[in-house]
């Protein structure tokens, strides 16, 4: 096994279509999102001969908390299985930089945790890195019909509400252009639900990259000539994800939502997507979560449950134990 700087971006995308699931987390694009950001990527592959059986991109955190490594929805390896040749190399990687430690948050079952990522080696990380409770709709198995049958009555007839009440849906085709129109609902969204936001410089960099490749939609919820709810979705490698969302409280009796996530679903089924995904919801009976202001919105949709492997983490110094013991009180405090 050889393990080497990554160096053709269409061998790495290439090879990230073909797994089952193909986060875009892990695309080359994304890590150019997060080089705009100042989180530098480092991207490593690996190799059984002239074969690539894996890919890892990491991202250099410059935290208060402590500066590391972490691999969001990563790595991505044909059989599942982080080698001890790809962990030292991340390990060379974090000493290189200064960090105290590595986190890996793998888009894989939760079943496979205990197997593909024994204690020994790592440690379940104290906070979550990304969400690890996917609600998602599999478009192979499912019709348009059957898709609108499995859902919940309630979000059926709001669907067809929004759509009598004269809402429309529309796909921006300049997304830059429209994008502080989006950030305006966001912040007023943010402020309703208490969450920590992506920066603006975040969301444009992410916005420019994709909407080049015809990977980023904007879509635009309009009532009576005024846009009062959005989104970004993002849609590559065969899955299209719903990755922000933003709406207005003044016209909350509007279920232009509802409209705008149906439209989406439909686009992705015209596409060929295998996969629709509402991104996190909230563990089942866990009320104080990030997601669980979200989460009956998306379950009224249908679909099923992919529930991730927590996140894991390498410790690199002793720093590590610091950081631990400070993320672990600040998890007690938030009640989370």
């Known amino acids: 096994m050889e393990i080497r700087e990554a160096t053709d971006t269409a061998q790495w995308d290439a090879f990230l279509s073909k797994q089952e699931y193909s986060p875009f987390m892990q695309s080359w694009t994304m890590g150019e999102v997060y080089r705009d950001i100042k989180e530098e990527p480092i991207r490593l592959e690996m190799r059984e001969g002239d074969n690539l059986v ?5 991202l250099v955190i410059n935290a208060r908390r402590g500066k590391h490594l972490v691999v969001p929805y990563g790595p991505v390896i044909e059989n599942r299985q982080p080698t001890t040749e790809l962990i030292e190399a991340l390990k060379e990687e974090a000493a290189k930089r200064n960090c105290c430690f590595i986190r890996l948050s793998p888009f894989i079952s939760k079943e496979l945790s205990s197997i593909l990522y024994p204690l020994s080696t790592f440690k379940p990380a104290p906070h979550h890195l ?20 499995n859902m919940r009555k309630n979000t059926r007839n709001l669907i067809r509400r929004a759509e009598k009440d004269g809402v429309t849906i529309t796909r921006s085709k300049d997304p830059l252009k429209d994008l502080d129109t989006f950030i305006e609902l966001h912040e007023e969204t943010r402020k309703r639900h208490s969450f920590t936001p992506y920066t603006n410089t975040f969301f444009r960099s992410q916005v420019e990259h994709f909407s080049k490749r015809n990977e980023c939609t ?5 009532y009576e000539g005024e846009v009062i ?6 849609h590559a490698f065969g899955e299209t994800s719903y990755h922000h969302g933003a709406s207005t409280r003044k016209l909350r009796k509007i279920p232009a939502s509802y409209l705008l996530q149906w439209t ?3 686009d992705a089924i015209k596409r060929g997507d295998h996969m ?3 991104w996190g919801i909230a563990p089942e009976g866990v009320k104080k979560h990030p997601f669980a202001g979200v989460t009956l919105f998306k379950r009224g949709f249908g679909g099923e449950l992919l529930e991730l492997t927590h996140c894991m983490d390498v410790p690199v110094n002793s720093r590590y134990y610091l950081t631990r013991a400070f993320e672990n009180y600040r998890k007690w405090r938030r009640g989370f």
């Open 54 to 58: 894996g890919i890892c991109q990491a």
């Open 130 to 149: 990304l969400a690890e409770h996917i609600w998602y709709i599999n478009l192979k198995e499912h019709s348009e019909e059957e898709i609108l049958k």
């Open 218 to 222: 904007m879509y635009q919820a309009h």
């Open 229 to 234: 709810a959005s989104s970004i979705h993002m």
């Open 264 to 266: 989406a679903i439909q």
């Open 276 to 278: 629709y995904s509402f």
